[in-house]
């Protein structure tokens, strides 16, 4: 048996698999060999990595063409802009059909359902928001750069206003909320949250600010995203969802610890299903180093956490990185699939980072991993999946299949079409401001049997005289409320991972 024939009988499969390409050894190809992924195994999740340049948007790009394909639903991020040609079938050239008769390949053009999305109001896609209350204080401590005790501190800001049945809908109830709080006449409602450093929540206050004034809070409001927008059919195959991302790019850590809390709101909504034939939906985290720096040990628990547990809801997710390394240990080891580009070995920190990836690999005698790594051209990948069965199949040095949609952008002006022929867009597109904290703080309030009737409409109020938010955040009436307040709404709030939370009707 030849050394392609042996690596090929290890992915060999009889259920629905994910065809990558075909096994290459000392620089011969074999079409016959193929690379397959089970599509039962991909909810055991994955890993894409590999050097600038080297294949990895394609990569992702054959991935989803296929799940989609098979009638599995996918979330990815466009960081680049070059995925929306999924849209689109692809045009046949030289290269393609070099590519489809080295891989054994029937390639045909084809195109595959996509809706275009956006995280918050000012992209091209359809705006997806969430209330400040569902993100929860860890997710939102990522995004806000904060320190172990001033997360501590803005879980216990979380904590007091859920109590009071404060709707966190936006920045603007935190803020207010937090101004109350360092306020003179909050200083007493500080103290019953446990002590709380006005100093630290002032800390907390600035950054929230900072946040606002670089454009995030337009992320934040409603009306808040439904996970089930994200996994449906179309025609029998997947929907492909597309995160346009050009409007983050000043704030990588908002958009990845939103694809978190996207991830968080799935594992808290789906229910258990065990071991599945194919995964209700593929969630590819691009940029995964992102998510990682500088997080907090609450927070990279959390991830490992909800990674290892959300696969029994039926879920599959993917990181997308330059190194394996990017990824913690707790994590990686999760990841049975593992399709690694081409690095490169150029400093002594790339030749370490070159030497830890290979120990993540399994032994095999066909290939010189180390040597192998740094010698891949660009559409070729070292490969191990799960088989099947769940063991660990032979490393496969593999050329990579041409995806069959369009490997380019449709451009701006086909985006912005598609999205306003999107089902979706009447749903998200224009943000509802209903009464919330910031309301309820910034007025004066009524004893209890007369506050239903001032959730009327009402009349038209005189402009506001300057000093009134500070009378208003300081009165005595304020802060009876305050202390008396227990809405249902409080009441129904219950966090789960990362402290998100929805709503429980």
Same mark, same amino acid.
């Given at each position: ?7 090929? +009988? ?13 096994? @290459? ?30 294949? $990895?948007?394609?990569?992702? %790009? ?37 590519? +489809? ?33 569902? *993100? ?7 995004? @806000?750069? @904060? ?39 909050? $200083? +007493? ?24 004034? %670089? ?21 029998? $195959? ?16 908002? *958009? ?132 099947? $069965? ?11 299949? +041409? ?45 209890? %049997? ?9 009349? %038209? ?45």
């Amino acid at each position: 048996m030849t050394a392609q024939a042996e690596i090929a +009988a290890g992915y060999a499969s009889e259920s629905a698999t994910i065809e990558l390409g075909a096994v @290459l050894v000392d620089g011969t190809v074999e079409p016959t060999a193929h690379v397959r992924i089970p599509l039962s195994m991909v909810n055991r999740h994955g890993l894409v990595a590999g050097a600038t340049g080297t294949g $990895k948007t394609k990569t992702l %790009q054959l991935l989803a063409e296929q799940l989609s394909a098979h009638g599995v639903p996918v979330l990815m991020a466009d960081v680049k802009g070059d995925l929306s040609g999924l849209s689109r079938q692809g045009a046949a050239s030289d290269r393609t059909t070099a590519r +489809a008769q080295d891989t054994g390949d029937d390639w045909q053009p084809q195109s595959f359902p996509v809706q275009f999305l956006s995280i918050g109001a000012g992209g091209i896609g359809v705006p997806l928001r969430a209330t400040v209350t569902s *993100f929860g204080p860890i997710l939102l401590s990522k995004v @806000l750069g @904060l320190n172990d005790t001033q997360e501590s501190t803005l879980g216990l800001i979380f904590h007091w206003a859920d109590s009071k049945g404060l709707p966190l809908l936006d920045t603007k109830d935190l803020r207010s909320v937090i101004q109350h709080l360092t306020g003179d006449e909050g $200083k +007493a409602d500080l103290k019953g949250v446990g002590g709380v450093s006005s100093a630290t929540a002032g800390v907390i206050l600035r950054a929230l600010v900072n946040l606002e004034a %670089q454009g995030g809070d337009r992320f934040f409001g409603e009306p808040e995203l439904d996970p089930a927008d994200l996994m449906r059919e179309r025609d029998g $195959k997947g929907v492909i969802s597309l995160l346009e991302l050009a409007e983050l790019q000043g704030n990588p850590a908002l *958009f990845s610890t939103f694809l978190m809390w996207l991830l968080a709101e799935l594992f808290e909504t789906l229910p258990e299903e065990g071991d599945v034939e194919k995964p209700k939906l593929v969630f590819f985290f691009d940029e995964a180093h992102l998510l990682f720096s500088n997080a907090s040990k609450a927070f990279l628990d959390q991830i490992a956490q909800t990674v290892k547990l959300i696969r029994s809801k039926g879920i599959g997710v993917f990181f997308c990185t330059q190194l394996p390394t990017d990824i913690p240990n707790e994590v990686l080891s999760q990841l049975g699939t593992r399709v690694q580009h081409a690095l490169r070995a150029f400093t002594p920190d790339d030749q370490k980072a070159l030497a830890r990836t290979v120990k993540t690999y399994p032994t095999t005698p066909h290939y010189d991993l180390e040597k192998s790594l740094t010698s891949l051209g660009i559409g070729e990948a070292v490969i191990t999946v799960l088989s099947e $069965k769940g063991a660990p199949t032979p490393v496969a040095w593999t050329r990579l299949r +041409a995806p069959r949609s369009l490997m380019d952008t449709i451009g701006n002006d086909a985006i912005k079409q598609a999205t306003g022929a999107s089902d979706l867009h009447g749903k998200y597109s224009e943000s509802v401001d209903r009464e919330s904290a910031y309301e309820q703080l910034m007025r004066k309030v009524a004893p209890p %049997q007369q506050q239903e009737r001032q959730r009327a409409p009402e009349p %038209q109020r005189q402009e506001e005289e300057p000093g009134l938010v500070e009378k208003v955040l300081g009165n005595s009436a304020v802060k009876s409320f305050l202390r008396s307040a227990g809405s249902a709404l409080a009441r129904e709030i219950t966090r789960g991972v990362f402290g998100t939370s929805r709503k429980r009707r």
